[in-house]
């Protein structure tokens, strides 16, 4: 496994070059031996290991700022994969494929193969009034129906969406 000794990512101590600097490390569960492969006075954390190279996140460029890094497990080498100089790379997740993580409020993804790294264009679709470009009836698709335990509500399903109607009040026999 490849591991941070000290977890500290959720600490708001930027640029920290202190006794709890973290650093990555390797466990062998066959040998039981443990090596440590990165020993800077920088921050090198959320280590993730794919194949024959250890990707992690690292503050070491002159900005100080966090961006991915991969060490080559062959000769320890390391090179730099991403130049953000604004914000931190922030919580790396690996796939199978791809590292996806957080920049500047973007989502991203650096391809393992390739190292290319490409922003994930994320479009959200809401039901704001001034969103929509029509209006449809559903009336006559109403697939099912559903009073409240009160009665005073009756919920609809129509084209897969969820309506909440009101009772009518002219409609009632109370």
Known sequence: ?????????FRTWKRYRGGMCDDIWTYDFKTKKTEQLV??????????????????????????????????L??????????????????PSL????????QAGYIWKLDLETHKVEKIRIELKEDFSFARTSLTPVGSQIAGASASPDGK????????????????????SE
């Not at 062959?74 to 919580?91: E, G, N, P, R």
């Open 1 to 9: 496994i490849v591991y941070n000794r000290i977890f500290r990512e």
């Open 39 to 72: 020993d800077t006075l920088d921050q090198e954390i959320e280590p993730m290991w794919h194949k024959d190279r250890i990707y992690f996140l690292s503050d070491r460029e002159p900005s100080k700022r966090m961006n991915l890094y991969v060490m080559q």
């Open 74 to 91: 062959a000769d320890k080498s390391v090179k730099q994969l991403t130049t953000f100089q604004d914000f931190d790379v922030k919580f």
């Open 95 to 102: 796939g199978d494929k791809a590292i996806a993580f957080e």
């Open 153 to 172: 509500r009756v919920a609809f399903t129509a084209r897969g969406e969820l309506f909440s109607v009101p009772r009518s009040e002219e409609h009632t």
